[in-house]
């Protein structure tokens, strides 16, 4: 139980800040970011900057600006991510294999995220004992006593979109907290699981509507 | 110039409703539903439903209901998708390509979006040329003039994120308004030129943010 009525917009923007953080970091001339460098590099305006982090404590002092390592370590205390997170993934066709490269790369970069991708899953007997960047891909049959017996709170979902209620199912029941879905499906999850969209057709129609606004 | 002041959040349910009525519209018998079961399958509360659609006209009638074709085809003409799209995708790595080969058949299957990909782009001199379902592979140098030469209005980044404000740039010169980024990377666009991010990162340290609160 921590700060329960923070707002997921706000929860939405830490990683926008951190990022920011990071790449300032690599930098060991800055020292000090004010709210207003942050909000721009974030894309966000200062005095919502401001309003975020003060959810969370005085990390700033006023005309000074934030310490850059100071704000950094709190706000990846904050975003839980000083410890490993393991996650599976739900999907071995194209875009999940995809995902796997691509992700691993970047999740070995990202010294702020500690996330091991322990398990691939697929019903497709074929692909089953694959491996994808030195990851095995298990029957789905396993998922929800894999998920159980290795304590992972985090799945990914590049299932088709008529098999993505089932395999969210078997990953909260195994005792998955935080999904990813891919699958162009809104997903029925128990109160308490957190879910994150990745849903590209729904953005791409979003954007559409823009296009011709002048 | 159409509903200057609708926020963005309310466009973003938009394709949530669409998809809803999509599914829906496949069985003949269903004609009617009401903001209720609307809002449940969208996941989104029933005075929020009524609240958004509220925004564009009259579409639903007390103790009735929303006729489903109606609001279907309304939605559509809202959200612009009645019009085909172009768009390009720049960054043929194993993202961009695996994206190629799931949106092209994703695209295919969905009534309600005409979206056309008519080029992929890339540094890599190896990689120019190539075609993947079809679509060829350009050069990053000839970006600007095909994208204006074929009015193209939507982009999707696949680069680096030392790349991406570089591809951005030359996007947005060429006449693109709505730009897809998959880059872990804030990009700097002008005004008018609409953003969705799809940095995965972003999005599952934000899931980490709630896997130990209880």
């Given at each position: 139980m921590r700060w329960r009525k923070i707002s997921d917009a706000v929860v939405r923007r830490l990683p926008l800040y951190l990022r920011v953080l990071d790449e300032l970091a690599k930098d060991e001339n800055n020292n000090l970011i004010s709210s207003q460098e942050?909000?721009?590099?974030?894309?966000?305006?200062?005095?919502l900057v401001r309003k975020d982090l003060a959810w969370f404590g005085e990390f700033g002092k006023q005309g000074v600006g934030y310490e850059i390592d100071y704000l950094r370590s709190e706000l990846r205390r904050i975003l839980n991510l000083d410890s490993t997170h393991k996650v599976v993934l739900v999907?071995?066709?194209?875009?999940?294999?995809?995902?796997?490269?691509?992700?691993?790369?970047?999740?070995q970069e990202d010294e702020s995220f500690t996330l091991e991708l322990i398990g691939l899953f697929d019903s497709d007997p074929d692909k089953v004992g694959q491996e994808h960047e030195g990851i095995k891909v298990?029957?789905?049959?396993?998922?929800?006593?894999?998920?159980r017996e290795n304590e992972v709170k985090m799945g990914i979902i590049t299932v088709p979109a008529s098999d993505a209620q089932d395999v969210a199912?078997?990953?909260?029941?195994?005792?998955?907290r935080a999904i990813l879905n891919f699958a162009p499906v809104t997903l029925d999850l128990p109160e308490g699981v957190q879910l994150a969209s990745a849903d590209l057709t729904l953005e791409l129609k979003r954007l559409a509507y823009y296009i011709n606004e002048v």
């Open positions: 942050l909000g721009e590099k974030a894309g966000v305006g200062p005095a999907g071995a066709g194209s875009l999940g294999t995809a995902l796997t490269r691509y992700n691993m790369r970047r999740f298990y029957p789905i049959t396993e998922l929800e006593s894999f998920v199912n078997r990953l909260v029941n195994g005792g998955v």
